[in-house]
C-alpha cells in the first residue's frame, strides 16, 4: 500500500506497524519500507564502506564484514562505481591520443564542463545557460559577489544568517574590506530569537522589510550547515527584491538534497559545491547559477579565456568576446578528471529524479526521527534517562535529509562510541552530532539499526551514570 503524498512520516511508520500487526519501532516496519522503497537499487551504484576499513572501530564490538552505516553524506557522499570507468576513460585518451582528447570523445577536453551540464539543470532548477561547472565553491562565490556587490552610500550592507559556515563569512568579511567598508556595519546577521536554535521566517521577512533599503546583496543558505534549516528561498528571494536587493544562496546543502527551482523562484544568482549530496569526491568541481534576466548586465568583474566565445576562442586576437551570463564567468579550462567524478553521480540523479529522492527522503529522515523521538524524546516520564532533542525543524517542508542531535549527557562520549560500532556521521561545535540518511544509498534498516545502536550506548550512559 502506497503512502499517501500529504501523510506524515510519523503517520506512514504507525500504518504500517499496524498492517503488520507490529509495534513502530519493530525492525519489521524498517524492512517492509526497504521492501516498498522504488529507488532501494540505486544504493548498488555505490561503494558502500566496509565495517573492518573504518579507522575508528572497535572490531570486538562489530561484525567487521558488515557494511558500515554511512550516515555523512552531508559532509562526503559515497562514490559512485563508475567514477572509476569513466577516469579510465579520460587516462586512456591520454595516453593514446594526447592532445587531441581536447576535441573528440563524449567528453571533449575544451567542452568537458558543458558536456554533463544538462544533467545539472532539473537538479537546480535551472535553464543549462543559467549554469556553470566551474572552480570551488568560495571561488565562485568571491566572483558571484565580485558583479552582484556593488555598494553605495545608501545601499551598503550584506544580510546573512548568524553562523554561516565559516567560508562564506570570511568571503563577505573580505568583499567587505575590498569596498573599505566597516564591517559591523556592513556585515547585517541575523540571529535566532532568544532560547531558539534555528530562524524564524517571519523574523527574516521584517529584517528584510525594515533595513531591504540599505542591504545591497541577501545572502543565505538554502539548507544550513549546522541546523539543517531548510531556508524559504522563494520567500526571502521575493522579500528581498522587493526591496532592490539582489538575492544570492550558497547551496552547498541543498543541491542534490531538497528540490530547487532557482530559475522559477527568480533567484539572481547561487553557488554550490559537489563533494555532498553530489558525491563527486573531495574537492569536486563546483557550481555557479546566475539567472537569465542579468545575462546581459551583470558582467564578470575577473576575466578569463574561457569566459570568451568558444567560436572565435582560438583566434587569439585578444579582442574579447564575452559568453553572456554565468558562463562568461568562466576561466580556465575543466579539468576534466574532476567532470568524470560528477559525472558518474549526475548520470544516477537523472535516473532517480529529484522529485523521487525527496519523497523517500522525507520518509526516511521521518522515521529517523520518529524513532529518536519514541526512545529519546523530552516527554519520557524517566528524568533520569538521557535526554536526546533534535534541533533541525520539524516540519518537513523546513528540513532536508540531516538532523542534527543535541544529547543531555556529553555528545564526545556518544560520536565516540557511534564510530567504534561502525556509524560513520560527524560532532560540529558548539553541541551537535550531525546525521543525514541520503536516500540514494541508505535504507530504512540502516536507520532502525541506527537508532539501536544509539540506545544501546545511551542506556549504557544512564547505567554508568
Known amino acids: 500500500m502506497e503512502p499517501s503524498p500529504l501523510e506524515l512520516p510519523a503517520v506512514t511508520v504507525q500504518r504500517i506497524a499496524t498492517e503488520l500487526k507490529c509495534h513502530p519501532t519493530d525492525e519489521r516496519v524498517a524492512l517492509h519500507l526497504d521492501e516498498l522503497d522504488k529507488l532501494r537499487h540505486f544504493r548498488e551504484c555505490f561503494y558502500i564502506p566496509k565495517i573492518q576499513d573504518l579507522p575508528p572501530v572497535d572490531l570486538s564490538l562489530v561484525n567487521k564484514d558488515e557494511n558500515a552505516i554511512y550516515f555523512l553524506g552531508n559532509s562526503l557522499g559515497l562514490q559512485p562505481k563508475m567514477v572509476k570507468t569513466y577516469l579510465e576513460e579520460e587516462l586512456d585518451k591520454w595516453a593514446k591520443i594526447a592532445a587531441y582528447g581536447h576535441e573528440v570523445g563524449k567528453r571533449p577536453w575544451i567542452t568537458g564542463d558543458e558536456s554533463i551540464v544538462g544533467l545539472m539543470k532539473d537538479i537546480v532548477g535551472a535553464n543549462e545557460k543559467e549554469i556553470a561547472l566551474m572552480n570551488a565553491l568560495t571561488v565562485n562565490l568571491h566572483l558571484l559577489l565580485l558583479s552582484f556587490f556593488k555598494p553605495t552610500p545608501k545601499r551598503y550592507k550584506i544580510l546573512l544568517e548568524a553562523k554561516a559556515f565559516p567560508s562564506d563569512h570570511y568571503a563577505i568579511e573580505s568583499q567587505l574590506q575590498l569596498h573599505g567598508l566597516n564591517i559591523e556595519e556592513s556585515m547585517r546577521m541575523i540571529k535566532p530569537r532568544e532560547g531558539e536554535e534555528t530562524l524564524r521566517i517571519e523574523d527574516i521577512l521584517e529584517v528584510i522589510e525594515k533595513e531591504g533599503d540599505s542591504i545591497a546583496v ?35 546543502h541543498a543541491v542534490g538534497n531538497v528540490e530547487l527551482y532557482l530559475h522559477d523562484w527568480g533567484v539572481d544568482f547561487a553557488c554550490w559545491c559537489s563533494y555532498k549530496y553530489l558525491n563527486a569526491g573531495a574537492g569536486g568541481i563546483a557550481g555557479a547559477f546566475i539567472h537569465e534576466k542579468h545575462a546581459h548586465t551583470i558582467k564578470p568583474a575577473l576575466v578569463g579565456w574561457f569566459g570568451h566565445e568558444l567560436s572565435t576562442r582560438f583566434k587569439m586576437d ?6 553572456p551570463g554565468v558562463c562568461g564567468f568562466r576561466i580556465s579550462n575543466p579539468p576534466i578528471l574532476l567532470v568524470c567524478s560528477l559525472h558518474a553521480s549526475l548520470e544516477i540523479f537523472k535516473q532517480a529524479t529529484m522529485k523521487a529522492l525527496r519523497k523517500k527522503s522525507i520518509l526516511l529522515t521521518g522515521y529517523l526521527e520518529y524513532l529518536i523521538k519514541h526512545n529519546y524524546g523530552k516527554d519520557k516520564a524517566a528524568t533520569e534517562k538521557p535526554i536526546v532533542n533534535i534541533i533541525t525543524p520539524s516540519h518537513i517542508e523546513e528540513r532536508g535529509c540531516q538532523l542534527t542531535i543535541t544529547f543531555s549527557v556529553p555528545n564526545k562520549d556518544v560520536f565516540q562510541e557511534l564510530e567504534k560500532r561502525g556509524v560513520v556521521c560527524d560532532k560540529r561545535n558548539p553541541n551537535g552530532i550531525r546525521v543525514a540518511p541520503v536516500p540514494l544509498y541508505n535504507s530504512f534498516h540502516d536507520v532502525y539499526k541506527f537508532t539501536n545502536l544509539l540506545t544501546s550506548i545511551l542506556d549504557s550512559a544512564e547505567t554508568t551514570n
Open 218 to 252: 541577501i545572502l543565505f543558505s538554502g539548507v544550513h550547515f549546522y541546523t539543517g534549516q531548510h531556508f524559504n528561498i522563494p520567500a526571502i528571494t521575493k522579500a528581498g527584491q522587493a526591496k532592490g536587493c539582489y538575492v544570492g544562496f550558497d547551496l552547498a
Open 318 to 323: 585578444n579582442k574579447l568576446q564575452l559568453i
